[in-house]
């Protein structure tokens, strides 16, 4: 998992085709936009339980329908002339496609999940946001705070339009849409934010 953003090296910009190459040698994993590289250093203890979470959950959940999950290890072909991503978590369903180049790349999520971090959220919300948008097969985009309770879900609409909604209590759910799933947010959070009665809590005085 990866959450922490880099600079890229300033005035200096690639083709699609040798970002690509330089990926497939790389020590290290970078997005690419418009040009530019985005590498990307390790992650926190609390995004990296909160991916993992969310892993556990759509694993047990997918298991046996057309549509399965993956990690961060997986890129996405947000638009193969000029952005690659690495999303935390994207599933895909039973038209699954790729991009055969080297590592292969999804082409069609029908879902993506990103776990903010401070510094990535501005990043994930607008310039990452802004390119998923164009992905013709995408229907929600999910936000989940590594900082507070809070998930926050874009959903597409019929005419085209992204519907906002956010959940911020653990006693919360979310039910995606586009696949069979559920997410808990007391499942989602385990071990980041216990209940305020659990193990964790001051002793009453």
């Known amino acids: ?23 497939e040698k790389a020590e290290y994993k970078s997005e690419y936009m418009d040009g530019e590289l985005f590498a990307m250093a390790g992650a926190s203890p609390e995004h990296d339980t909160i991916v993992f979470n969310l892993g556990g959950i759509l694993y047990n ?32 369903c039973k038209d699954a496609q ?36 164009g992905i013709a097969s995408l229907m929600e985009y999910v936000l989940v705070s590594q900082d507070e309770v809070l998930v926050e879900r874009y959903a597409r609409q019929p005419n085209g339009d992204w519907l906002y909604s956010s959940l911020s209590s653990l006693d ?6 586009a696949v069979p799933a559920t997410l808990k947010l007391r499942d989602v959070y385990d071990r980041v934010f216990p209940p305020a009665e659990g193990a964790g809590s001051p002793a009453a005085s």
Do not use: W
């Open 1 to 23: 998992m990866y959450t922490l953003l880099m600079a890229s090296q300033p005035n200096i910009f690639f083709t699609a085709e040798e970002y690509l190459d330089l990926e």
């Open 61 to 92: 959940q997918l298991k046996g329908t057309p549509c399965q999950a993956h990690t961060s290890d997986m890129r996405v072909a947000v638009s193969p002339a000029n952005a690659y991503t690495y999303p935390d978590v994207s599933i895909c």
């Open 98 to 133: 790729y991009l055969r180049r080297g590592t292969a790349s999804l082409l069609n999520p029908v879902v993506i999940m990103e776990v903010l971090s401070p510094s990535t959220e501005i990043y994930d919300r607008r310039k990452k946001f802004g390119k998923y948008k």
């Open 172 to 177: 919360d759910s979310l039910t995606l849409t």
